[in-house]
């Protein structure tokens, strides 16, 4: 569905313009993301735009709205993706360009939305540019070799519906398309009912790919802490999620004996604190450990909790940390079990060795780099992105611009314009070499087991 | 509203027969109680009749239907306690006996509706022995001083709408009634809307008590261990309850770095295991600590958490130890703030002393134990009871009957037949003897900062 083109890469766009964007281009840049960032506000200043909730639909009416302003047609693939064209070449496969617009319930204004926001731009600046090639009109002398797609995935967040990465996965062929859309949220409602209600409910397979680029900001502080623009991402940390049942059994709380409790609260209770204890057993914060989601059952302030489900997630650059961690985990939840009186059932639900991407992208992000006098450095991501489902399919190119404070999944996710601005610019460059087919052929990275739709 | 009648305590009636019920009292017994049983049962085989659902509603309605079958006429009060009454001396007070049909989301069969079915049966037994003594139909000769009215008291269980112990607070002006009708539960549905939906919001104050008598399963074990059939209530331990909010703040759990962390539910989990730890502290199971409920925001899998809610529980037959836990509680409370990075909020919810029962109603439990060759003990309960709030205001009897491994707000909840039925015997003759003011003039008991709405 998504095989690269295989045509031979040509240097023709490299030789065109790699200026930065104008005065003019920055400023329609930021009042676009400014109106963005207006859609779903919350009271802390970020936004909650959970997917396919009225908030997503009226984020998702901007981007088509500004994608006709600025010469795009657009189509949604049959789980929600929204696509923004435009056609130089036509029967030619996409250069794909986005990120996704809904948030986690309680969320920043950059997560995800900035790099919807820059890739629109980014197309826009290149179809003002080949119009600018072609005044009257026809065929401009020199049509990138690919056409090129905005695109805003659906469900990038996971947090209504799981799993996250939903849009890509589907897109990649790595999570069937029904499946996917019977999946309910916590009120019942499905995936299906949910886009057809804000009708974004589309059909078909969405642009063929022929390479694909993503801009986000890094949630982590290490662009910060070194004076960094431009993050070339070259590899997501390896990861192990698990969801676990911890049982226990239902008792009065005020008159049960300790000895006689199988109290499910407290083997969860042990359980987190392992967890951060695995985390502080390695020096130099190398491992990465949480628990977000815990659910107590029947959670009511005078009964002994008789179940608890929760959520597990190490990640780490490490494969031999990880190896460790995972056989401390073993042995600590086998003796919460025999302390704490209750039996814990664990699943992996994800895991993923360190996930490269492609070395040739890196090489050439590196290249716009430089042309656009950006300083810039190889980084890990840490979190998920829809790059790391795209990459295995096509090559791929996953950019950084710098978080204050490194905070992410939060209201106060923060990244200054300038830096903001600078994303644009070389998303831009990127994008139009992507465009020229400067990454055509660029190796399909070894990657460790398959991030099945997980973040 | 309640003030105990005062006049002298006569001995008539403790002349009368004691004698145990016969076989067709018990059958009759067991039939009826067997049909409550089967309202709201659960695959479990327990049963979910929170208050004023549907299934409490057919649990009330099994109630009015049974005292229509006996004799009694019912009426609701303003806060939907049921009352089913006879009246042998027209403008006298009543004698209350009963407990409470609601129950928690999965519970036994036992806890509160094994009390309402008892109560129902001594009164119907009592019915049919006073009509027996005046077959002309005519006044009885030796009219009971009281009249009798059974009650289901409203939400005792506090688990759809807090607090617990709704329904007799408001009897015995504890909590205002206006106060008690607009809280709502989680889905926004107010006490008031509950009642009015199921047709059980009555109106008035319900009749006047000159005394209060309660039969409930023990929820512990100790009549087990020592084969004891009735349990004699003398106290209720000493209780301090609390709302924790655990502050921390939103981050991603992917790459935010562990030293950059204020993880909420780490604090959480570090609260639980302290309260454990609490209670081990002292040896031979004298305290009891427990945390039933706790929410997690945002609950995200990908989010550490912002903040946690939670509810602690310590309960102890001993003050001094009680004094020394809360000690331990705000040491270990600043330890976790530093160590986990957040800040914690405590809320003393409830808090009471040792709770003593009337003395002279022990004692006159005791006797009827005695006369009808049934083996008794004084017991502590752990539990909190609507006896609790009756006895504030009127001489009362709190029994117990054993439970089959202490088990409780379990549905494997189970106190065998021949318990049960010597729990009915117990209460007719207890039920008997107030009626005949047996206990006018029993002193209100010391008590300690006053339950209010709790248990």
Chains 1, 2 share one sequence.
Not at 179 to 192: F, K, N, P
Not at 355 to 383: D, K
């Amino acid at each position: 569905m998504t095989a690269a083109a295989t045509r031979p890469a040509t240097t023709r766009a490299h030789e065109s313009t790699s200026q930065p964007g104008t005065a003019g281009d920055a400023a329609a840049f930021l009042r676009d993301f400014r109106s963005l960032s207006a859609i779903g506000e919350t009271p802390g200043h970020g936004v909650d735009r959970q997917a396919a909730t009225p908030a997503d639909a009226q984020a998702r009416a901007w981007f088509t709205s500004l994608a006709a302003q600025y010469g795009f047609r657009t189509e949604t693939d049959r789980i929600g993706n929204l696509f923004a064209l435009i056609e130089w070449n036509p029967g030619a496969p996409y250069v794909l360009v986005g990120s996704h617009l809904d948030s986690q319930p309680t969320a920043g204004k950059y997560d995800g939305a900035y790099g919807v926001a820059a890739a629109l731009h980014a197309g826009r600046r290149l179809a003002d540019r080949a119009a600018s090639q072609s005044p009257d009109g026809g065929t401009p002398p020199a049509a990138p070799k690919y056409n090129l797609a905005v695109v805003d995935w659906f469900n990038e967040e996971g947090c209504r519906f799981a799993p996250s990465m939903m849009g890509s996965s589907v897109y990649t062929g790595k999570l069937p398309a029904d499946v996917a859309l019977a999946v309910t949220d916590t009120a019942g409602t499905s995936v299906r009912d949910a886009l057809t209600e804000i009708g974004h409910l589309g059909s078909g397979f969405g642009p063929t790919a022929a390479a694909y680029a993503e801009i986000h900001i890094e949630q982590g502080r290490s662009m910060e802490d070194s004076g960094t623009t431009i993050g070339l991402v070259h590899a997501c940390w390896a990861a192990a999620k698990y969801t676990v049942t911890v049982h226990g059994e239902q008792a009065h709380t005020g008159s049960t004996v300790i000895a006689d409790r199988k109290d499910a609260l407290l083997g969860a209770s042990r359980l987190v604190v392992l967890l951060r204890e695995i985390a502080d057993h390695f020096s130099g914060a190398v491992l990465h450990t949480s628990v977000g989601q815990l659910t107590v059952y029947p959670n009511s302030p005078v009964v002994v909790p008789s179940r608890v489900e929760l959520v597990m997630d190490l990640r780490t650059a490490d494969e031999d940390i990880l190896a460790s961690a995972k056989a401390l985990l073993r042995a600590g939840i086998a003796a919460i079990e025999a302390e704490a009186n209750v039996s814990i059932d664990v699943a992996e639900s994800h895991a993923w060795g360190i996930n490269p991407y492609q070395p040739a992208g890196v090489a050439l992000a590196a290249e716009c780099a430089a042309e656009l006098g950006l300083s810039h450095r190889q980084v890990f991501t840490l979190a998920g992105h829809d790059s790391i489902n795209m990459k295995d399919v096509v090559p791929t190119v996953m950019l950084f611009v710098p978080s204050v404070d490194g905070i992410s999944h939060n209201e106060r996710e923060y990244t200054n314009d300038d830096d903001a601005c600078a994303g644009v610019d070389m998303l831009t460059r990127v994008v139009e070499r992507l465009c020229n087919g400067d990454l055509d052929g660029a190796a399909a990275p070894e990657a460790g087991a398959r991030p099945e739709g997980t973040k």
